[in-house]
């Protein structure tokens, strides 16, 4: 069955037959159907039913046509950034997981700057914040500049290779673990890409001592009632740590998405594409992969 699809502009397309101009209707009914956005799209963001985006009976982010995706961006405008980041990552769910999908099309990492084909649970959220902010910054792979590189300067000694340290230094994030369970607060200390035997995780002339602060995994079950009381946002990024890899130089083993604290988006490799679970049923099956969680907004 063909998707029925809904032109944006409707509103200027009546306001153009009212008047008369019947030269406008036509063109606008001729335009590319590569231009519209599916009506379940529209329909969802219009009612703000984020999450029903997920149902991959929708078309994915990944199908849509360049001028299709244009036009979706254009309609998100009235949303908050939060609210875009939601609707651009439920869009995601369905996309095929594959390890570090993205490069700097050069060597020594060829893949594409950005890409839309495969995602990792970080690649998730670089995808959906440079769409949220590509028309701000006039194009795609240019707000993925900022997304995923140091002062926007792409190449592969500058971009972001650990979580925490892109949430320090890129404008699209901003850790905000202290402020939603103080109360539960942990601190743990690393040496951002080195190893306790000297040598680099990343072959590249930086490293990094850092203290990251962490909500213990446990007392994250409780999520849907921070953000019902209100100390929660309605999207939020979230990361997962292991204290023992921390010691030898690593940050975030995984990341993701997270909903009303009730529904996590994650790219997972078991699953071998991007999927959307409950939270309470992640942490428990999670229990003891991980030691604890941070939580960053979308700026």
């Not at 194009?139 to 997304?147: H, L, N």
């Not at 942990?186 to 001592?209: A, H, M, Q, Y």
């Not at 009381?229 to 130089?249: I, T």
Request: glycine residues 6%.
């Amino acid at each position: 069955m063909i998707e029925p699809v809904l032109i944006v502009s409707v509103g200027f397309i009546l306001c153009c037959y009212d008047s008369g101009s019947k030269n406008s209707l036509v063109q606008a009914e001729k335009r590319d159907e590569s231009e519209l956005i599916p009506i379940s799209i529209s329909k969802c963001i219009e009612n703000k039913n984020f999450s029903e985006l997920a149902d991959t009976s929708i078309p994915r982010l990944l199908s849509l046509s360049d001028n299709s995706r244009r036009e979706l961006l254009e309609h998100l405008e009235t949303l908050s950034i939060p609210e875009r980041v939601a609707v651009l990552i439920f869009l995601q769910v369905g996309t095929p997981y594959k390890t570090g999908p993205l490069g700097e099309d050069i060597e020594p990492d060829t893949d594409p700057v950005f890409s839309l084909k495969f995602a990792d649970c970080t690649v998730m959220i670089l995808i959906a914040e440079s769409l949220a902010h590509a028309i701000e910054y006039r194009g795609e792979t240019r707000a993925m500049q900022f997304a995923n590189y140091r002062v926007g300067d792409i190449s592969y000694e500058n971009r972001f290779h650990f979580t925490t340290d892109r949430l320090d230094s890129s404008p699209f994030d901003r850790d905000i673990t202290k402020l939603i369970a103080p109360e539960f607060v942990k601190t743990v200390s690393v040496n951002l890409n080195e190893k306790l035997n000297g040598e680099k995780w990343i072959p590249i002339n930086w490293s990094r001592k850092r203290i990251i602060n962490y909500i213990p995994f446990s007392r994250t079950e409780d999520a849907k009632n921070w953000f019902e009381s209100g100390r929660l946002p309605e999207a939020v990024g979230v990361g997962f740590l292991k204290k023992k890899f921390m010691e030898n130089g690593l940050d975030l083993l995984h990341e993701g998405f997270l909903w009303k604290g009730e529904i996590l988006v994650h790219a997972s490799s078991r699953a071998g594409r991007v999927v959307s679970v409950n939270w309470r049923d992640f942490i428990k099956e999670r229990g003891g992969l991980y030691d604890g969680v941070i939580f960053y907004e979308f700026l």
